[in-house]
């Protein structure tokens, strides 16, 4: 059964959307971790394994997955489910995970969540998630129906 943008799931439907997808993309195992990789080498390798799924649509298969915000148009790397909007990111400096937070909350004005697999290459990103502001941070994501996984060259 098909879920419509516009039939709005219920709020227990999206939180079950997002782990579901967070749950695939933690269980991904990188072939290679390379630095210097652009960012569409991982993408490819995450749609490869989304891909499986049934209810994953990447951005070059459909057009209308844009969302304008401000005058301008921001397109999620993916669509899960028709309803939670995948963000892919490697990241290395704050401005790369403050682009990311802001591009999720440009895209709840059209999703009903977002996930954001964050790609750390410092090494930092990962071993913060224990620390009360991250911690703070990622229940007022979640609050809004946004779900951070963060993948680093060890997991």
Not at 35 to 50: C, D, G, H, I, S
Not at 67 to 84: Q, S
Request: hydrophobic content about 35%; proline content about 2%; overall charge positive.
């Amino acid at each position: 059964m098909s879920t419509k943008i516009s039939d709005k799931p219920s709020q227990r439907a999206i939180k079950v959307r997002l782990t579901r997808l967070a749950d695939y993309l933690n269980k991904i195992e990188f072939l290679k971790w390379d630095p210097n990789k652009k960012e569409e080498f991982y993408e490819a390798q995450v749609y490869q394994y989304l891909s499986n799924t049934g209810k994953f649509v990447k951005q070059q298969t459909k057009q209308d997955i844009r969302v304008d915000v401000f005058g301008l148009k921001h397109k999620p790397d993916a669509i899960y489910h028709e309803c939670i909007a995948l963000e892919i990111k490697k990241v290395g400096s704050t401005a790369s995970i403050q682009q990311a937070l802001g591009q999720a909350l440009c895209y709840l004005a059209h999703y009903s969540g977002v996930v954001l697999l964050l790609l750390d290459f410092t090494g930092k990103i990962k071993s913060s998630l224990n620390r009360k502001g991250t911690i703070e941070m990622l229940k007022d994501l979640d609050k809004m129906n946004i779900r951070v996984v963060v993948k680093d060259q060890n997991r």
